[in-house]
């Protein structure tokens, strides 16, 4: 097992300089701000209903137009408006997920970390085992056998999952702030173990834990595309993003822009997620700061 | 090491229990059955139904047919395909091989690649050529793994086609092609799926490998190497370069989830029989057997790639198997 990485901390006033001066900040930032705001008014954005059957016997796999600028599918629904409203299925999903995941990781997390000892070697245990599943395959047969799963199921799900990633982080920062002066004070003074917690080491592991969700935000919404793409995430005739694509997939080579537009939505959002999430590294990492100031060699041999 | 060695693989053999005993228990609960799925004609009887189901042993209890299903794995025996009407070891045996080659060759491209670029990231680090690169691999990132395989269908096999949209060989030709062309033939319909799955994975192997060089860099055996004359390229190149070699072997283990899942969009998008798309059709199908083998030949792959890969971390660096 490697020991945790030394933790400096970072004035606050310096992560946000350098966050600052980060263009993929700002980027990430401001796309995910524009979806989110998409997703949230869908209903005055998107020019149709999302699951009208327009004219199914005229209106049906239409090339992009004006009056349909992303087309139409096989069921002569607007796709653009399919997309718009994707985006609130994919987001919701991803982000209550991400949510769910954090919460619990962070708690397995910082509880291991802090107690140590046998219930840390079994949480472990328990996260090195899960984190070697094939996640995916997993996923899949539990989703496609029940037939009927609904959205909240399938984001506990995707939780179920994302969980371990966060959990081993958290440790990792609990451990190196688990010996330090302002905790032992706090443990001299009586101060009983869930309040140290509570008050004193969450919000110095708070940071990595922010990272680590943000770019699983990204992965959530690949996965929730993915299952959807298999046709087994979101159930038709629920637009989502991942749903549009295996619409089309079929006929890839001549209705391409059932593929193309939906995946770019897709890409924008991930891309977005993963450069916040690159950006609030580099600003909070104190690796990255060793490596800068160049004082100190750290090999990560996990 | 050799008490390390044992851990290790005890721990894996958990895994690979937990996961197929977890696999096994959702596959029985789920609702709807392969008999009925297999049998949709609607003159045959409930009494017929009950026969088949017996025969394949559907109508005892869970924990009967898993200790059942246990012992027969322990000997080897994997049951018998409902879909298929075959063996589940035989159409394991055809689809395993396609998968590997499949994996097998993307894997190696993806890490030529990706170590490639993390070394010219790494040679100027925070310069424009570092910046502009890693925004590429971000993007390659964050593309889904089947958006990009049908994008890539698109272009080079519909569009401009030249390569095959799918399969492993042509359906038509195949057979009446000498053993030259047959093998042109396959190599073709290898280059779309192989070449997507090695550019979606590459980019986590170079981002890997530049933090990994970048770690070292500020070494007192740089600064060595330097003040000998080196030039920073050749430091770079030939002691940096080796250094951090180390991590990305650990990431050859942890890269192998990532190719199981991403094989099964890829295999799926270009037809390519393997394990992938085999265990997708079957879950379909509610192929019991197949299913629950077919995990378990998956886990025991993704676990056995990450063991040799901390064996062998283990094997280069003392200080992981004292600890």
Not at chain 1, 232 to 236: D, E, H, K, L, T
Not at chain 1, 252 to 255: I, Q
């Given at each position: 097992m490697a020991s945790a990485p030394p933790s400096i901390r970072v004035p606050a006033s310096s992560v946000r300089q350098r966050l600052r001066s980060d263009s993929r900040f700002w980027i990430g930032l401001s796309t995910l701000g524009i979806i989110i705001l998409i997703a949230l008014f869908a209903r005055f954005l998107?020019?149709?209903?999302?699951?009208?059957?327009?004219?199914i016997s005229s209106l049906?796999?239409?090339?992009?137009?004006?009056?349909?600028p992303m087309g139409t599918d096989t069921f002569s629904r607007d796709v653009l408006s399919r997309l718009i409203y994707g985006a609130q299925i994919s987001l919701t999903i991803s982000l209550a997920a991400v949510a769910i995941a954090m919460t619990f990781g962070t708690l397995v997390g910082a509880v291991a970390g802090y107690l140590g000892g046998v219930i840390d070697a079994i949480l472990m245990r328990l996260v090195d085992a899960a984190s070697s599943i094939p996640t995916l395959l997993l996923l899949i047969v539990v989703i496609a056998l029940?037939?009927?799963?609904?959205v909240v199921f399938l984001t506990l799900l995707i939780a179920g999952v994302a969980w371990f990633t966060v959990s081993r982080l958290v440790r990792a920062e609990t451990l190196a702030v688990r010996d330090a002066d302002f905790i032992v004070a706090a443990r001299a003074l009586g101060m009983p173990s869930w309040r140290i917690l509570a008050r004193h080491v969450l919000p110095n592991v708070v940071g990595p834990a922010i990272v680590a969700a943000t770019l699983a935000i990204g992965n959530v919404i690949l996965l929730e595309a993915g299952l959807s793409y298999l046709g087994?995430?979101?159930?038709?005739p629920t637009a989502s993003w991942g749903s549009i694509i295996q619409e089309g997939a079929e006929r890839?080579?001549?209705?391409w822009w059932l593929t193309l537009f939906p995946g770019l939505a897709i890409l924008v959002t991930v891309f977005a997620c993963n450069a916040l999430g690159d950006a609030l590294r580099d600003a909070l990492d104190p690796r990255q700061l060793l490596a800068s100031l160049g004082d100190e060699t750290v090999q990560h041999t996990r | 090491m050799r008490r390390y060695l044992a851990a290790r693989l005890l721990q894996a053999l958990g895994v690979v229990v937990f996961v197929t005993t977890l696999s096994f228990v959702v596959v029985h609960l789920a609702p709807g059955d392969p008999i009925s799925a297999a049998l949709q004609n609607p003159n045959v009887t409930e009494e017929v139904r009950q026969q088949w189901r017996a025969s394949y042993g559907l109508d005892k209890p869970i924990a009967e047919q898993y200790v059942l299903w246990l012992s027969n794995v322990a000997r080897g025996k994997l049951g018998f395909s409902i879909t298929h009407r075959r063996p589940v070891g035989d159409v394991l045996a055809m689809a395993l091989p396609r998968t590997l080659l499949l994996c097998g060759l993307a894997l190696l491209l993806s890490f030529v690649i990706g170590i490639g670029i993390g070394l010219l990231q790494a040679e100027?680090?925070?310069g424009p050529r570092d910046r502009w690169l890693g925004r590429v691999l971000l993007v390659l990132y964050s593309v889904p793994d089947f958006w990009l395989a049908l994008l890539a269908l698109l272009l080079f096999a519909y569009r401009f086609p030249l390569f095959p949209p799918g399969g492993m060989t042509d359906p038509v030709t195949y057979p009446y092609l000498s053993n030259g062309e047959q093998f042109v033939d396959r190599v073709k319909h290898l280059v779309l799926p192989v070449v997507t799955l090695a550019l979606l994975s590459s980019a986590g192997v170079a981002r890997f490998q530049r933090a990994a060089l970048l770690a070292v860099l500020p070494s007192d055996w740089m600064r060595t190497a330097i003040a000998k004359g080196l030039s920073w390229r050749t430091a770079v190149r030939r002691h940096a370069f080796r250094n951090a070699l180390l991590p990305t072997i650990t990431l050859f283990g942890l890269s192998l989830p990532v190719f199981a899942s991403g094989a099964i969009f890829i295999e799926k998008v270009f037809t390519w029989p393997g394990m992938g798309l085999l265990t997708v059709n079957a879950i379909a199908a509610r192929d019991y057997p197949l299913v629950t083998a077919g995990v378990l030949v998956m886990s025991v792959i993704v676990v056995t790639g990450a063991l040799l890969a901390d064996i062998a971390v283990a094997a280069a660096d003392p200080r992981i198997r004292l600890s």
């Open positions: 998107a020019p149709y209903d999302p699951n009208a059957q327009l004219d049906h796999s239409q090339a992009p137009s004006l009056a349909h029940w037939d009927e799963i609904g087994i995430g979101v159930r038709p890839v080579s001549d209705l | 100027r680090p925070h």
